[in-house]
């Protein structure tokens, strides 16, 4: 049985940045027909959690509302007419509650997990049976908390429209979770990876992984082209990860191949960028905007985590609940790689 009390952080609103973040007692929530508790046992951040309460999130919000949208746990209660999971099951939230088959729809785009419904930033949450997935059997709670957001929007671009094939080539930008999440499962499929950072040391990380190539983009300012230059026959990459929008977006249409797709996903290094969208007729590419991903990838992803034993790249510093406020200031400090872990008590 859940208690009747438990702790939350709520984002309460979008003008004053972290201090939106308010530590505070709340009902455990009670479970319709339909619906599960679940014991959250991990949490972790995504970018998108930092800019929410200082108002640079693109997509609907509904605040104020409980953080976060990535976390796993364990089932405690059932509704009565649940018939997918049970007491016990062990499970990892859907990003968007209401994107469960093809493509992401406007409905579907106003589900989203601590953005305009109640996140994982607390001891216990109430969902809809359809809004989790098994958690794989291969991860330990913290690392499953991780798959939620990131990992699914990396899935997604991989596979949601022309799926990634062994041999082909993948650029990834940066060290962020997004980037990691997508540099394994690029080698998990014999893709082989080009991983760009900014650092010498989280280069030798990203070789440890399995990237073939690694390219320093603060030293080699044109390091599309040299990616390029890099793939066979210097046709260009396959598929890039783009997370840096306007700091990245010249460069990675240098490094397109005919025919090949630009995952527009983040814009970390700015949201303007300089380069006229006709550039996709002139490259031969695709642009494409990715949001996450439906329920039904992310039952794919598990399967294809669970079958590679691939685990996610979680940042040494691990968090507990009461410090979420801590882990959020880490994470805007850039002293991350990968993944930030939250572990609830
Ligand atoms: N569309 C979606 O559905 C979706 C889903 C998830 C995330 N996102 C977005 O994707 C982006 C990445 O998310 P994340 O969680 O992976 O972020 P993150 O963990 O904060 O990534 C940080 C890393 O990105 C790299 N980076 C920062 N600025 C860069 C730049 N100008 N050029 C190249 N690399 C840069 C840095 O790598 P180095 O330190 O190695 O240089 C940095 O350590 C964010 O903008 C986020 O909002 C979108």
Redesign the pocket.
């Known amino acids: 049985m859940a208690p009747s009390k438990q702790k939350q952080w709520l984002v309460q609103g979008k003008q004053k940045g972290f201090d939106e973040l308010v530590f505070q007692d709340a009902p455990v929530p009670k479970a319709g027909d339909y619906e599960v508790v679940v014991k959250l046992h991990g949490a972790s951040l ?3 959690d930092l800019i929410i309460p200082r108002g640079l999130y693109p997509f609907p919000l509904d605040l104020p509302v409980v953080a976060a949208s990535d976390g796993s746990g364990e089932v405690v209660e059932v509704g009565a007419k649940v018939t997918k999971w049970k007491k016990g099951s062990k499970v990892v939230t859907l990003f968007n509650q209401g994107h469960q088959y093809g493509a992401m729809t406007a409905a579907a785009s106003k589900t989203g997990l601590g953005g305009v419904l109640d996140g994982t930033l607390r001891q216990y949450g109430v969902f809809n049976e359809n809004g989790l997935v098994p958690m794989p059997k291969n991860l330990e709670y913290v690392e499953a908390a991780t798959l939620t ?2 990992a699914l ?1 990396s899935w997604n671009a991989l596979y949601g429209l022309k799926p990634i094939l062994p041999g082909q080539t993948v650029l990834v ?7 990691l999440f997508a540099l394994q499962f690029a080698k998990a499929n014999g893709a082989k990876v080009i991983a ?4 010498a040391e ?1 280069g030798k990380k990203l070789k440890q992984l399995g990237a073939d190539h690694v390219i320093n ?1 603060k030293e080699d300012q044109n390091w599309g082209e040299t990616a390029r230059k890099l793939t066979p026959d210097e046709v260009g990459v396959d598929h890039i990860i783009e ?2 929008g306007a ?2 977006m010249t460069q990675s249409l240098k490094a397109v191949r005919f025919e090949g797709v630009i995952s527009l ?5 700015g949201a303007k960028p300089q380069d006229s969208i006709l550039e996709a007729l002139n490259r031969v590419c695709t642009l494409r905007g ?3 991903g439906s329920r039904e990838q992310m039952e794919a992803m598990v399967a294809a985590i669970e079958a590679n034993n691939i685990h996610p790249v979680v940042d040494n510093k691990i968090f507990s609940l009461e410090q979420a406020k801590d882990a959020y200031e880490y ?1 805007w400090a ?1 002293k ?1 790689f990968g993944k930030i872990g939250i572990k609830i008590e």
């Open positions: 995504n970018y998108r957001c990131a929007t930008q940066g060290t962020g979770g997004v980037s760009t950072t900014s650092s989280k983009y997370v840096g700091g990245t996903i983040g814009f970390l290094g990715v949001y996450v994470m850039k991350h």
